[in-house]
Antibody, heavy 116, light 108 residues
């Protein structure tokens, strides 16, 4: 079955960077985009960006311009999201999801806490 | 960007009630709309895609309708497992993908 397994919770200081991983199994990794969303406590879902694992092409929401880097390692079927210059506003659960707009499979979520 | 607006934000209902949630898009999205259910501490779960298509394994008490800018999610007879937060999401053509702000279905 399709599975996306994310890395564990992170605690970072303001100004630092965080890198979250998303390991895929149960399907051909390069055949589906990976998207990243986030959700602050008690809030809705916010789209962060997308990655084409086949050719490495990426895109992201305007608000993350210059701060987000999406990469992948096809040899281990893993996608990564790195977010830099963290502030308390980046405290949220980050999700990866498979698909090009329609998200049938999601990772379990990774809590990123930014605190001094 | 396409804005998605859900109503109501919170809904109090009893087991067995018929429940309807509305989602409006800021521009036409044809039927490029999905509905998700989310429970505390869990990832969203896809219920409906293409506005009215039931995802495999989802109970038939869930249904979706609409096109263009106005959409509804209906639960025909609310069950205890259905108390959760529901989100609509548009996926017309290309990113940015956008979500409604959510509707929390609470026990009355």
């Amino acid at each position: 079955q399709v599975q996306l397994v994310q890395s564990g919770a992170e605690v970072k200081k303001p100004g630092a960077s965080v890198k979250v991983s998303c390991k895929a199994s149960g399907y051909t990794f390069i055949s589906y985009d990976i998207n990243w969303m986030r959700q602050a406590a008690g809030q809705g879902l916010e789209w962060v960006g997308w990655l084409n694992p086949d050719n490495g092409e990426t895109g992201h929401a305007q608000k993350f311009q210059g701060r987000v880097t999406l990469t992948r390692d096809t040899s281990i079927k893993t996608a990564y999201m790195e977010l830099s210059s963290l502030t308390s506003d980046d405290t949220a659960v980050y999700y990866c999801a498979r698909g090009s707009g329609l998200f049938r499979a999601w990772g379990q979520g990774t809590l990123v806490t930014v605190s001094s | 960007d396409i804005q998605m607006t859900q109503s109501p934000s919170t809904l109090s209902a009893s087991v067995g009630d018929r429940v309807t949630i509305t989602c409006r898009a800021s521009q036409s999205i044809s039927t490029w709309l999905a509905w998700f259910q989310q429970k505390p501490g869990k990832a969203p779960k896809l219920l409906i895609y293409a506005a009215s298509n039931l995802e495999s394994g989802v109970p038939s008490r869930f249904s979706g309708s609409g096109s263009g800018t106005e959409f509804t999610l209906t639960i025909s007879s609310l069950q205890p497992d259905d108390f959760a937060t529901y989100y609509c999401q548009q996926y017309k053509r290309s990113p940015p993908w956008t979500f409604g702000q959510g509707t929390k279905v609470e026990i009355k």
